[in-house]
């Protein structure tokens, strides 16, 4: 039998449930995919020169696609992996892979901008790019922050690649404004970026067809167990931030400062959630598709 592979989120919980031995006394035969962690994004080249930067039109929804309910193709690819959960939502009801219905997360995000910008208000956003990822969390989250001030006309939203690539243009002064979550946020917040907006959102995990319902069960289970321990002692866990941080920023940033990131949530993905989203992201015509496409929630989520 294949080992349950477990991509990385950029959160706390996996490297406890790790470190406390939690998954494997839940039976849970793994691997944590180290290399799989954000730690090897590679720096955005457009960053350090003059170059424009081009958007980059591929997202966490379009790697779901190409790994069919993997999070991407590849030995990097797990057997359980977390998105924003309007990405996860539509990838499931798609029938690129199956969503967990019995918990989400949570994460702190926020638009940024640097110290010295003159933007004060989420009103001095009209026209102002913000750098998000393309069919990822902080395009969507974006939308639904920025909506509650702005006409849409006037919400310019520039697609920075990964999560670390718009931290990489955010200091180097190629973007005024971007969109980030968990470690990402409270690096940029250490280097003088102030929030503009929360723009917190829900976070799903997915699982392939051919992944055993009971080991992401297994998995589950080990991750809320691992919230209470972070929970209570959050500064004992920080650390593990490390984990998640691209080598060149690792020496200039103290993750004891870092708030918690990402929470896991254990209630459920009801039905009313799923189809809410799913009239949401429709009526703003995010995807080629409509609403009709794809399988009913009992056939996209895994709530029994």
Same mark, same amino acid.
């Given at each position: 039998m294949a080992k349950f592979i477990i991509q990385p989120h950029g959160r706390l919980n996996d490297w406890v449930a790790d470190e406390k031995g939690y998954f494997r006394e839940e039976g849970l035969?793994?691997?944590? *995919? $180290?290399?799989?962690?954000?730690? *090897?994004v590679p720096p955005l080249a457009a960053a350090a020169s003059d170059a424009p930067i081009v958007d980059t039109l591929f997202g966490a929804f379009e790697r779901y696609a190409e790994g069919h309910g993997r999070k991407g193709g590849g030995d990097s690819a797990g057997d359980v992996s977390c998105a924003c959960h309007w990405t996860v939502n539509q990838s499931a009801k798609l029938h690129e892979g199956t969503m967990w219905g019995k918990a989400y997360s949570v994460c702190d995000a926020a638009i940024v901008v640097p110290g010295e910008s003159e933007i004060g208000a989420p009103e001095d956003m009209a026209g102002v790019e $913000?750098? @998000?990822?393309?069919?990822?969390?902080?395009?969507?989250?974006? &939308?639904?922050?920025?909506? $509650?001030f702005l006409d849409p006309q006037d919400i310019a939203l520039k697609f920075v690649g990964t999560s670390w690539s718009r931290v990489d243009a955010a200091l180097a002064r190629r973007i005024p404004a971007v969109n980030v979550w968990g470690p990402q946020l409270y690096l940029l917040e250490q280097k003088g970026f102030r929030r503009i907006l929360s723009t917190t959102f829900m976070m799903a995990f997915m699982f392939a067809a051919d992944?055993?319902?009971?080991? $992401?069960?297994?998995y589950m289970r080990a991750l809320v167990r691992a919230q209470a321990d972070i929970d209570l002692e959050p500064e004992t866990y920080k650390h593990y931030f490390l984990n998640e941080i691209p080598e060149r920023y690792r020496d200039s940033v103290d993750v004891r400062r870092f708030g918690t990131g990402e929470r896991v949530v254990p209630q459920p993905y009801t039905q009313?959630?799923?189809?809410?989203?799913?009239?949401?992201?429709?009526?703003?015509? &995010?995807?080629? @598709?409509?609403?009709?496409?794809?399988?009913s929630y009992a056939e996209a989520v895994h709530s029994a």
């Open positions: 035969d793994y691997d944590l *995919n $180290v290399e799989a962690s954000y730690r *090897n $913000v750098a @998000v990822g393309y069919h990822s969390g902080s395009h969507y989250s974006a &939308l639904q922050a920025l909506e $509650v992944v055993d319902s009971q080991d $992401v069960e297994r009313a959630i799923f189809e809410r989203t799913q009239s949401w992201m429709h009526e703003r015509g &995010l995807f080629d @598709v409509g609403q009709e496409t794809g399988g």
